[in-house]
């Protein structure tokens, strides 16, 4: 079965410092690759998409990357933290539409 | 513009009072909608897909149905481990972008 790994849970990190979260898929290829934001109050916003190695798609200007090195690995990444980079991170993953699979999550808080 | 529009934001049900959650959407060509739950702390989880109006889908005391402009999800006699967040989402519709428009939720919450 396909199972979806997200980590860290929690961080605390301070304003300037760099960001590294990573998604790991298993029991599937070629999936398409989400990294989401969820802001208290807010609905969940697309901030990147991946439908390949090397392929990125990033929905909304920001302080952040992606990148996916490998089929089933994608990585969400930042060169200085910002204090409106607050927030609960979600992986997905999905294979066309047939459903969207979502990760544990990651709370980032920025002080 | 891909929208979509939950009701109420939040709900509080009395055990066993069953009730309805609306989803409106706005969409140019709907490939799916889907219904999550979330519990505070953790990712979404699926519950249903709807891909034509008319559709229905059951999965304990939850029932998904969808018309050419909403969904609802119908609780029916509600315990308090329903409690959580619901969310509805739908397929970007086009200009080659990928993923989930999601609405904001409504926060249901069922005392014993």
């Known amino acids: 079965s396909q199972t979806i790994h997200q980590w860290p849970a929690t961080l605390v990190q301070p304003v300037g410092s760099p960001l590294s979260l990573e998604c790991t898929v298993e029991g599937t290829s070629n999936p398409n690759l989400y990294w989401y934001r969820q802001a208290a109050g807010r609905g969940l916003q697309l901030l990147f998409y991946s439908v390949g190695i090397g392929q990125i798609s990033s929905e909304v200007p920001q302080n952040l990357s992606a990148s996916r090195p490998q089929d089933r690995q994608f990585i969400l990444s930042s060169k200085k933290l910002l204090l409106s980079d607050s927030g609960f991170y979600l992986c997905?993953?999905?294979?066309?539409?047939?459903?969207?699979?979502f990760g544990s999550g990651t709370r980032l808080t920025v002080v | 513009e891909d929208q979509v529009t939950q009701s109420p934001e939040a709900l509080r049900l009395q055990e066993g009072e069953s009730s309805s959650l609306n989803c409106s959407y706005t969409?140019?060509?709907?490939?799916?909608l889907f219904w999550y739950r979330q519990d505070p702390g953790k990712g979404p989880e699926f519950l249903f897909t709807?891909?034509?109006a008319g559709e229905e889908k059951e999965k304990e005391r939850l029932k998904a149905t969808l018309t050419k402009k909403e969904s609802f999800l119908h609780i029916t006699a509600p315990k308090p481990e329903d409690s959580a967040t619901y969310l509805c989402a739908i397929p970007y519709s086009g200009g080659g972008a990928d993923g989930l428009t999601f609405g904001k939720g409504t926060h249901l919450i069922i005392q014993p």
């Open positions: 997905a993953w999905s294979i066309r539409d047939y459903g969207y699979t």
């Open positions: 709807l891909y034509s």
């Open positions: 969409v140019s060509g709907l490939r799916g």
